[in-house]
């Protein structure tokens, strides 16, 4: 082997060593892992500094640089395909500027010009929607975003301060498990462990109002496994409880448009004498169905489980009142009604 060839070889080396210690190493334990002699290290410092976002920390130890370190990725016509789905459901999906997302599809925009020119010509289109000055401009949330993805990447705790629904803002430390992006709320959550209570918890990223990488480290326990965890949720809920049974009944003129989509891994549908379609799943928590259910107007009707069925109704009579119209006063809880049974005249 040549001595150009034998140089970025190690320089491969070192890149690995470093990668697989986010902490760093001190140039006399990268030289005594690959059996050089420590001066080998200090010459190939420029290279590792420019080639691979190679830092010194004060205390002599190299790191990479994780925000400024680029990963190589080849990618196959149908693969960049899949990555263009991706890339445009987030576009349409999320609602705040996003300059990172947009630099990643940009980048491989460029890289699949001659491969795929109209796929890299719709990725850079999509790069541009995440630019536009319509989406809203949120640094604390960038910001937010940033901090938690060198957390989880780097095994360090964050100290964050999170603000609830009714204005009431607490300090927690927290460790990063898992970083889940929530298309129904156009929002981002992050699973970890919360301290206090000293248990797992989620965090909606858009009510973090500040946050602060911390030094102290952590381990993700080697049996959490988010698929598991969300496996039952509709979305982002889950509980350590058993899933519970919701069954829907959907009118006949829909029934085709909700067998076209499996929507839930559980579900299972049962098609009606009249046309109409009985679906069923067992879903973690039932009343973050909700948003879904209300969206199929008066085509569906909840049979189960009563919490989510009394919702309803409750809000289709606000609706009915909002609008001006006569509700009848039957009870909320008459099995089996439906809408046409609790409306009266209009």
């Given at each position: 082997m040549g001595r150009a060839e034998n140089?970025?070889?190690?320089?491969?080396?070192?890149?690995?060593?470093?990668?697989?210690?986010?902490?760093?190493?001190?140039?006399?334990?990268?030289?005594?892992?690959?059996?050089?002699?420590?001066?080998?290290?200090?010459?190939?410092?420029?290279?590792?500094?420019?080639?691979?976002?190679?830092?010194?920390?004060?205390?002599?130890?190299?790191?990479?640089?994780?925000?400024?370190?680029?990963?190589?990725?080849?990618?196959?016509?149908?693969?960049?395909?899949?990555?263009?789905?991706?890339?445009?459901?987030?576009?349409?999906?999320?609602?705040?500027?996003?300059?990172?997302?947009?630099?990643?599809?940009?980048?491989?925009?460029?890289?699949?010009?001659?491969?795929?020119?109209?796929?890299?010509?719709?990725?850079?289109?999509?790069?541009?929607?995440?630019?536009?000055?319509?989406?809203?401009?949120?640094?604390?949330?960038?910001?937010?975003?940033?901090?938690?993805?060198?957390?989880?990447?780097?095994?360090?705790?964050?100290?964050?301060?999170?603000?609830?629904?009714?204005?009431?803002?607490?300090?927690?430390t927290f460790a990063p498990y898992f970083i889940e992006p929530y298309a129904v709320g156009q929002t981002t959550h992050a699973v970890g462990r919360r301290e206090p209570p000293g248990a797992v918890r989620t965090f909606k990223l858009e009510r973090i109002r500040a946050i602060r990488l911390l030094d102290d480290s952590y381990d993700i326990p080697a049996d959490f496994d988010p698929g598991a965890m969300l496996a039952d949720a509709w979305g982002i809920w889950y509980t350590e409880g058993e899933p519970v049974e919701v069954v829907l009944r959907f009118h006949p003129r829909v029934a085709y448009r909700v067998r076209e989509t499996r929507w839930h891994r559980s579900e299972q549908v049962e098609e009606q004498p009249d046309g109409s379609l009985i679906w069923r799943a067992q879903v973690a928590e039932p009343l973050e169905m909700a948003p879904w259910v209300r969206g199929w107007g008066a085509d569906v009707e909840v049979v189960e489980p009563r919490e989510l069925r009394e919702t309803l109704i409750g809000e289709a009579k606000a609706l009915a009142e909002q609008y001006g119209w006569f509700v009848s006063s039957q009870p909320a809880d008459k099995s089996f009604s439906t809408l046409d049974d609790f409306f009266g005249d209009r």
């Open positions: 140089k970025a070889a190690r320089l491969l080396q070192i890149e690995a060593l470093l990668l697989a210690h986010p902490d760093g190493l001190s140039q006399a334990e990268i030289a005594r892992r690959l059996g050089v002699n420590r001066s080998t290290i200090y010459r190939y410092l420029p290279d590792l500094t420019n080639e691979f976002a190679v830092y010194e920390e004060d205390d002599g130890r190299l790191a990479i640089d994780r925000d400024h370190y680029l990963t190589n990725v080849r990618l196959t016509l149908h693969e960049a395909m899949a990555v263009h789905l991706a890339a445009r459901l987030m576009a349409t999906r999320s609602d705040r500027q996003n300059p990172h997302a947009a630099a990643a599809l940009r980048k491989l925009g460029v890289a699949l010009e001659k491969l795929a020119p109209r796929v890299a010509e719709h990725l850079k289109l999509s790069a541009a929607v995440m630019d536009d000055q319509s989406q809203r401009h949120d640094p604390v949330y960038l910001e937010v975003l940033e901090t938690l993805t060198r957390g989880w990447s780097l095994r360090r705790k964050v100290w964050l301060k999170h603000q609830t629904p009714d204005g009431h803002v607490a300090a927690y």
